[in-house]
């Protein structure tokens, strides 16, 4: 792989975040009470620093491609992922700085974004063609809320883990400083119904963009079909926890059952599918 104007900036971005996975790790581990309090200050503070320095590397690496190839980093899944870190570090540093109930799970959420970071350091950031369908204020809308969707998924994963691991001696170790799980559980379901939000924000506004762009709203291809499988999956997951009384750890399982659809629907269906919408989300 040949080096280009916004890998160093990629790099650093990505290394940020590593240094803000091992500190949020560092603050789960067993300790004295007499010193949990204020370690857990020090090292929240450190975990926010990092992930916000992060976005802000990633801001420059972004910054950096758009100068260098003449539009902004959409296209190729090497840009999708670049632009992936971005939001989503940039929406869960909003949502660690707003909700403390959340803040430890960030053991589980940034390894998840290490996947993606790990993957996007394995392709090759060739130029990609920027299609005339793009100059469409309905794309952007629909590319933005669905940011805001997938991010507010990763939370709920987060918090999703967390009731799964506490089943386990060393998961109560761990996240003893989090609230009850009912809690946790409650909070995590408020941010699956602002995602069910989002996730209707998204197919509309793509719906409309699609008969700007192909003259039709819909046409059940593969990357429309998955979506929409994925809003069911989501309007069913909180009809089965609003309807019964389920147990943590099955909530949890629920939650990263609907984020493991949506990766697939953002980061395989457009890539394999022959339709339009091949390469783009």
Not at 30 to 50: A, D, I, W, Y
Not at 238 to 257: D, E, F, N, Q
Request: net charge positive.
């Amino acid at each position: 792989m040949n080096m280009v104007a916004e890998q160093p900036w990629l790099w650093a971005g990505l290394g940020a975040y590593l240094v803000a996975t091992l500190v949020a790790m560092w603050g789960v581990s067993p300790r004295s009470e007499n010193s949990l309090l204020v370690v857990n200050k020090t090292h929240e503070k450190l975990v926010l620093g990092f992930i916000v320095l992060g976005v802000l590397l990633l801001t420059a690496a972004i910054a950096a491609r758009w100068v260098r190839i003449g539009h902004g980093p959409w296209i190729s899944l090497f840009e999708l992922l670049m632009s992936q870190m971005w939001s989503l570090g940039l929406i869960f540093a909003v949502l660690y700085w707003k909700l403390p109930g959340l803040r430890p799970s960030t053991v589980i959420v940034l390894p998840v974004m290490w996947i993606l970071g790990s993957w996007v350091l394995l392709l090759e950031p060739d130029i990609s063609h920027f299609p005339a369908t793009y100059y469409n204020v309905w794309k952007w809308s629909h590319v933005g809320v669905g940011k805001v969707f997938l991010a507010l998924l990763l939370a709920g994963v987060g918090l999703g883990g967390v009731m799964i691991l506490r089943t386990t001696e060393r998961g109560k170790v761990w996240f003893r400083a989090m609230p009850s799980d009912a809690v946790i559980d409650k909070l995590a379901w408020r941010l699956m119904m602002l995602a069910l939000v989002f996730d209707s924000l998204m197919l509309i506004a793509g719906a409309v963009w699609a008969q700007d762009a192909w003259g039709r709203y819909w046409a059940w291809d593969s990357l429309e079909t998955s979506a929409f499988l994925t809003w069911i999956f989501l309007a069913i997951g909180l009809h089965v926890r609003l309807t019964y009384k389920i147990k943590p750890w099955v909530s949890g399982a629920i939650i990263i059952g609907i984020f493991i659809m949506a990766f697939s629907t953002y980061f395989g269906v457009p890539y394999l599918s022959p339709s339009a919408h091949k390469g783009m989300v």
